[in-house]
C-alpha cells in the first residue's frame, strides 16, 4: 500500500516496533515483510525504522518568532481598548483607523506614525490575544424582574425577534433593568433601555421606581434627544408597559405599539443585549435607592450615549441558517450606530448633518475618564449606605490603574 503518508507510516512502525524487538529471528523477518509491504520501505530501511521508533526523540524548542508588535503597540493598545469600553477584538479593530488619529489629534496618544499604521493594521484575533489577561478580569453576574401585566394584551399586537427584516430608523425595542442589589424589597431605581433596531442606537434613563408615570417620562425624554423621529415602540410583556398609559402615548403620537411573546425573551434580543453591553457592563449590580445616585446613575447615562452610539460598532445578524442540530449565523462588518444612521437612506440630511457635527467635536478618552470618575463616585456613595454590602465594581472599561496606564498614554 503506497498512498501512506510519512506520519502514518511511523504511526504503524511505532506500534509493531516493540513486538518486533521480542520476536525471533524467523518471525522478524514476517514482520518485516509486513512492513515492508505495508510501507514500501525497503528491508534495510525498514529495520532501522523499528530499531529507532524504540529509541527516545530529544525535541528541541523551537525558537520562538519575533513579536510583530513591540510594547509600545500593545500598550497602545491596551489604552484605545480602556477608552472604547472593553469591547472584544471583533468590535475594537474596525474602528482603530479612525480612533487613533483621533486620540492623537486630542494630544490623549503620543505614539509614532509606526505604532499608529501597526495599531490600523492589527486583527481582531491578534487583540484579543494580547488583552487576553485584562478581559479575563471583568466578571459580573446578575437576575431579572420583569413581572407580567395582564391588561390590553389583546389591543396589542405580537412581534417576534425574527419580523423585524424591514425595520427602518425609529423602531426600537424597550426594557427595564433593575437596581435592587439583590434585595428586591422597597423602592430602588430603574434604567430603561431604549434601542433601536435598524442602527442599534441606544439611550437610557433612569427612574425611582417602575411606576409608570417615571417610566412614561423617561420614554418621552429619550424620544426627543433620538437624532431620529421614533414610528415603533416594542415591549415585553412587563406590567410597567402594558398598560393604558403607554397605550395613549403611542396612540396620541402616531407610534406601532408592539410586544413580545410571553416567556420569549429572545424576541426582544436587541434590548436585551444592551441590558448587559450598556447598563450591566457600566454600573454593575449594586442597589441604587437615593436620589443622588438616581442623578448619578443618569449623568452617567448622557455621557455613556456618546460612547455606545459614536464610537462603540456593533454587529447586527444577517443569516441564520439551522441544518438539524447545527446552526450557521453571518454577521455584517462591526459599525458604530452612528455610522449605520449616516448610511441610511431613511434618516434625513439634517440629522445626518448633526449627528455629523457632534461626532467631529468628540473626544472619547476624556467621555471616557468622565464616565470612570462617575462610577467612582457612585460606587463609593452605594457602599457607603449603612449596612451596605460590598461587591465588586463592574465597569465597562478597566480602571486606569487595573492596566497601568496613565490618564494619557504616550
Known sequence: ???????????VTKTIATRYKRADKRTKGVILDELCATTGWHRNHARKAL????????????????PTYDADVVAALRFCWAVLGAP?????????GDLVPRLRRFEELDITDETATALAKMSPATIDRRLAEDRAKLQVKGRSHTKPGSLLKDQIPIRTWAQWNDAVPGFVEIDLVGHEGGNAIGEHCYTLTVTDIATGWTENRSVRNKARKWVIAALDEVAQI???PVLGVDSDNGSEFINHHLLDWCEKRSITFTRSRPGNCNDGAHVEQKNWAVVRTVVGYHRYDTRPELLLLNKIWALQSQMTNYFLPQQKLTSKVR???????????????????????AVGDEDKAILADTHQDLNPAAIQRQIQDLTEQLLKLTTS???APVKPSATRAPTHESTNQPKRAS
Open 323 to 345: 441544518d438539524g442540530a447545527k446552526v450557521t449565523k453571518k454577521y455584517d462588518k462591526p459599525t458604530t450606530p452612528h455610522r449605520r444612521a449616516e448610511r441610511h437612506k
Open 385 to 387: 449606605k449603612k449596612n
Open 226 to 228: 433620538m437624532p431620529f
Open 88 to 96: 472584544t477584538g471583533k468590535r475594537v479593530a474596525p474602528v482603530m
Open 51 to 66: 530499531a529507532a521508533a524504540l529509541k527516545p526523540r530529544v525535541v528541541k524548542p523551537r525558537k520562538p518568532r519575533a
Open 1 to 11: 500500500m503506497m498512498g501512506l503518508t510519512l506520519s502514518q507510516r511511523r504511526a
